[in-house]
């Protein structure tokens, strides 16, 4: 997996790959879940930014951001590369960077 690649976690759910691919030899990566948008109780512009994928409108809840172990990530289902400037923008957010 590279880093903005959109994966499918067992279990089902959809997350990014925000870890920078320089460490794709780690044991876990760290994702970001993207959900629907009824599954947020509050959207804050700046830190949840949304985006279409595979069809459907997914919000990125970089509040519940962190490392799951690589083993969990199934399949690449899109990418967020062409997004980069929006996710990094909602990384920075969350993180005080900004």
Known sequence: MARLDV???KGG???IDCQA???RHMATRFTV??????????VIAGLHPSFDVAGRRLIMASHLA???PARM??????????MEYA???ALDMLTGSY
């Open 7 to 9: 994966v499918r976690l």
């Open 13 to 15: 759910s959809i997350a």
């Open 21 to 23: 691919d320089i460490l």
């Open 33 to 42: 879940p993207l959900l629907p948008l009824e599954q947020l109780p509050e």
């Open 66 to 68: 962190g490392a799951v």
């Open 73 to 82: 990530i199934e399949e690449k289902v899109g990418s967020l590369h062409d």
């Open 87 to 89: 996710v990094q923008r």
